[in-house]
């Protein structure tokens, strides 16, 4: 990088005023001195810096550029950032880069789309511009371990670029008041709670002009309540970028083999654009041959990979009881469904569902379609919801928490004479032409202790059994049923009825 220093580069090329001078006094010498003259043309003809003005000012300027060539640019080649190339271009238009004020960002979206990567890349792009640094990993994980006030000292640490046992006294107070002259980058990867953004990133005031925080998150709620700046919501990966990510962990070769097309196409579904879920299932496969492919497809039909399912879990972990309750329900049952016409099932349990929804919703695990208002989330999430109920007895539904295949109430009619205090909710659209005897199916719903809600399309009994006690149901529909009466006596419960018969 050619920098010319109180000198105009014609005068290298020309040879005029002092080299002119020089080398007047070199050949009356008898110096050769060509070799000389060509080496200083080539260099004037150099594409360089001048050095004009004041020498802070180019110095700063200098400093910069060598900062912006030394960035490694995002190669679209690199495994883990397919597709992110866009995404990055995309983030940084809805960011005012030049702006003298403080901006935080939060990137919110579904555990493993890519949010970590997304902020990594960002940070490597731009962190040359700042006076001071810092990327902290796993804030949810690394605050629960080693609490707040030592991520605070890491945090000062690496921007002030000193040893963490040099850092000594208030820490929450010498951030605010060091930070506060600085221009500093700071990600705060992983947040899942408000307290970790009042004491890393409290607010704009303790930082200095152009400082950018970043901030990954599942939940918008936390970055809502922040009061960012920018709430970018991560896209999963289209067709052809989820292709070739899980080619690049599948296979060795640059291009698949040709046999293996229509199985990765299969995972590729399977895994719904989900980075995360690509990369796991590419890293296994990446030694499997084409019949231990079909095996591994589907028994992921039946048992999702653990890596997947634990790293999804941690939004439902981070629920309310009563949330995760509502979740499971919408998992299992009313994917697909209205919502309006769930919520009346969820009133009536006492969900308070309108919070609730609201609460699963900005933790990225369901979604509302605008136009027809029917509940929606990724393939993974629901699976991850259904492997929570199936639990350690994915073959015995009578131990689960909400039954919902057919095939799994027959199973749990081999058991009529059994106590069932585990279901909690059952939904069965219909029995006819089903080889299950409906005189066993009084018995099964009447064993059913814990029931909560149920409903059935096309009950074949004529009533439910005598010994059921629904102490706890709180909603029953019953549809095109052969009901004549629903029990013998009085049972003392509370039911919101939706049937469309009258009950002598």
Sequence with gaps: MPIFYHIDPSELRNQKRKYGEAFAKHESENKNVESWRKALADAGNLSGDVANGPETVFIKQIVETISNRLCVPISSDDEDLIGIEARLQDLKSKMEMES??????????????????????????????????????????????????NLQKEILSLVLKQKTEEVVGDVGRLIKSRFRRKKVLMVLDDVDHLDQLKELAGSNAWFGKGSGIIITTRDIHLLIAHKVNVIYNISLLNDDEAIQLFHKHAYREHEPVEDYEMLSKDVVTYAGGLPLALKVLGCFLCDKDMSEWRSALARLKDIPDNDIVEKLKISYDGLKPIEKELFLDIACFFRGEEKDEAMKIFDACGFHPTIGVKVLIQKALITVSEEEGRFDMHDLIQEMGRYIVRGENPKNPELHSRVWHVEDVKICGMHATKENDRIKALRVWSLLDRDIPSSSLPQVIGNMKKLRWMVWYDYPAISFSSEFQPMELCFLELQSSFVEQLWEGYKVILIVPLINYKLE
């Design 100 to 149: 003298d004020r403080v901006l935080m960002v939060g990137i919110w979206g579904l555990g493993g789309g890519g949010k970590t990567t997304l902020a990594s890349a960002l940070y490597d792009e731009i962190s040359s511009k700042f006076d001071g640094s810092c990327f902290v990993k796993d804030v949810r994980e690394e605050s629960s371990k080693r609490g707040l006030p």
